[in-house]
């Protein structure tokens, strides 16, 4: 396999165009990891070829006389000769424009601004509608068209999703639609940096892409407070997908494959993995899933008197919803937190009695109501365990006898708990196990690599700017393959 300082040699040895050794160098730096640089060295070896093809021109010999052609026997003897060089002349070359959709415009609207006939956009929209979903194209949206000499259309195409585009074509006297997919390269990126202010803000300045910063975020709630248990100079690491589309030079990000947040008194870590059944999770190192399941019954008695839905309230007499489950509890019976979190209330709550609510991620909140007493420590802001005691069940608010009333909350709107499709902690065993283990460990291999590949250049002092051409590229990159 070339090394890395050999692609570049071979490459900065032909005389490419600037933006293309621009495109190529943009390549080299998005990929960090040994299969990613893998795939990025067969595509510029791929471009190499076809350029040395493309530029080297015919060698001559030093002593040797140029061949130049006899203009006298290559002069057509007669003006019937020139009229059969004019036919074998090739047709002119297709023309290719490039429109934007506008504000408030359909597709229809753009292909008339692009002088097509009225019953031919007509013909090529509704070919479209069967590979595209028209409805959701929105300002900006790119099309390309492709049309002959004579102006008629020979192509559409509008990609309409990162890795696909929609294609409508003549075919003689009708037109044809499908999808077409996009060539991408899988890519990988590392991400590493240490929290000044919140998480997001300290990511970003590290370079975290926006989309990656929320995936992240989402993936950890369920075991960090964001808001109270970040602390400044905790660290956070971030190992990424990435796809990158040649044809189009931009770059699109993927799953996350290894996380790990550094706090103040532990160190979490989360590792994508695919088991034998297909199903995909995020796992600890001990092979533990990081997806908590919130329990449908915090408490020991799991008897329901009063389900979910609409019914007659006991004490006011008329038919109203019930937002939760109420479950049969004596007095001084003790309440279970659902899950990990992060209390928000812990106090008196109208016809709720002693109430308490818990955060446990961006999206899915416990409640628990008419307790008797609060469990110790519990307050505003303390942070609990799943199964951990918060209360205890009792008969204060609007009720009629002692029980306790539960509700989970999903994105703020109530949910039936007994019916809601949880996220579930599992533990990987067996095969899955050792084969997660054996993919965890390449992972921390490819890592340590990119860490000493960076550290390396760091101490040769070569990081300097962003690089701008191929050559400095080649020289903060030159380790990675």
Known sequence: MFRFHEIRDR??????PADTKARIGHLIRA???????TAIAGFGLAVLMVGHLLLRTPDTAPDEEPNVPDVATQMPPSVEGY?????????PAPTEKQYSLKRNETLIGLLQRADIPSVTAHRMVANLRDVTNLRKLQRGQEVRITTDADGNVEELRMRDSFDAEAVVYAKGDSFKAERQDITTISLTHLVEGEITDSLYLSAQRAGLPTKVIVDLIRLMSFDVDF???????????????????PDFGDMQEGQLLQVKLGLRKRMLEANYFIDAAGDADYFDGEGKSTRKALMKTPLDVTVVTSNYGRRKHPVLGYTRMHKGVDFRARTGTPIMAAGDGVVERASRYGSYGNYIRIRHNGTYKTAYAHLSRYGKGIKSGARVKQGQVIGYAGATGRVSAAHLHYEVMMNDKQVNPLTLDLPTGRELRGTDL?????????LLADILQIQTQRSYIMQAGALGPAPNTLDDAAQVQGTDR
């Open 227 to 245: 808001e109270r248990e970040i602390r400044t100079g905790d660290t956070f690491q971030v190992y990424f997908e990435r796809q990158y589309a």
């Open 83 to 91: 009229a059969q060089v004019e036919e074998d002349a090739p047709p």
């Open 31 to 37: 990929s960090e990891s040994p299969l990613g640089f």
């Open 11 to 16: 490459i900065l040895a032909i005389r490419l």
């Open 434 to 442: 050792e084969v997660f283990a054996s993919q965890r460990t390449q």
